[in-house]
């Protein structure tokens, strides 16, 4: 096994379903192929899953009423509803980009999906490519849901994004713009730059709103020990 689908569980049933198919003739994207001064994009919206989570947790259901249980606060809009919907959507039947991953063949350097959280997931890429990565909080394209879910359970917007994990957007480095490419193949689908790549390999930094610069850290990891 090269890697993925490993994990730890105290017990029970666990199943596992493995796709195998072929690479295009140019050869998969992998995580290792990034360089300095790369542009880093991400695809669609972030933290919606993690806050799909969330509503389940408070009783929320797809298409039904706000749950009978939870005191609905005055600031929670028809859009705000709108919304949760959505993200529990996003965390019950994310949808697979296998679309834009095709398009980006010959446009992206370095790809991997965002199942851990982008925290996770960039930490893989400036491993694999021995580069770092910066990434600007304020670029940061956030699911409706997870401003909502974030403010119904006393949460910052930002950790879902950074942290949630099940996203299953695409994170991917590229040297130039890869929106002509994705857009003639998923039209609609939205792309953002979100940081660069760079020379130094301690690791992905944050860029918060204010300046400051903090390590990127943190996200789902399968074999880490339970409290």
Same mark, same amino acid.
């Given at each position: ?60 259901? %797809?298409?039904? $009423?706000?749950? =009978?249980? /939870?005191? @609905?606060?005055?600031w929670?809009? #028809?859009? &705000?509803?709108t ?10 039947t ?46 940061? %394209?956030?699911? $409706?849901?997870? =401003?909502? /879910?974030a @403010?119904?359970?006393?949460?910052? #917007?930002? &950790? ?7 996203d ?7 040297a ?27 690791g ?21 020990? =339970?409290?």
């Amino acid at each position: 096994m090269v890697g993925g689908d490993t994990c730890a569980s105290r017990g029970g049933l666990v199943l596992s379903v493995t796709l195998i198919g072929l690479p295009p003739a140019t050869g998969p994207i992998l995580r290792s192929g990034a360089k300095p001064g790369d542009g880093v994009w991400v695809t669609g919206a972030l933290g919606g899953a993690a806050a799909g989570l969330l509503a389940l947790e408070r009783g929320f259901r %797809p298409g039904r $009423p706000w749950p =009978a249980a /939870l005191v @609905r606060p005055e600031w929670v809009s #028809a859009a &705000d509803e709108t919304a949760i919907q959505a993200a529990l959507a996003a965390h019950l039947t994310p949808v697979p980009r296998v679309a834009a991953g095709q398009a980006l063949v010959g446009a992206a350097s370095a790809m991997i999906d965002v199942s851990d959280g982008i925290a996770s997931d960039a930490g893989h890429v400036c491993r694999e490519s021995g580069v770092g990565l910066r990434i600007h909080a304020r670029h940061l %394209p956030t699911h $409706p849901g997870a =401003a909502v /879910l974030a @403010r119904l359970a006393g949460r910052y #917007a930002l &950790d879902l994004v950074l942290r949630g994990g099940e996203d299953y957007e695409l994170l991917f480095t590229a040297a130039g713009d890869p929106g002509p490419a994705l857009r003639a193949s998923v039209p609609g689908l939205a792309v953002t730059r979100v940081g660069e790549t760079t020379a130094e390999t301690g690791g992905p930094v944050l860029l918060r709103e204010d300046g400051r610069a903090e390590p990127l850290a943190g996200g789902f990891d399968h074999l880490r020990t =339970a409290p």
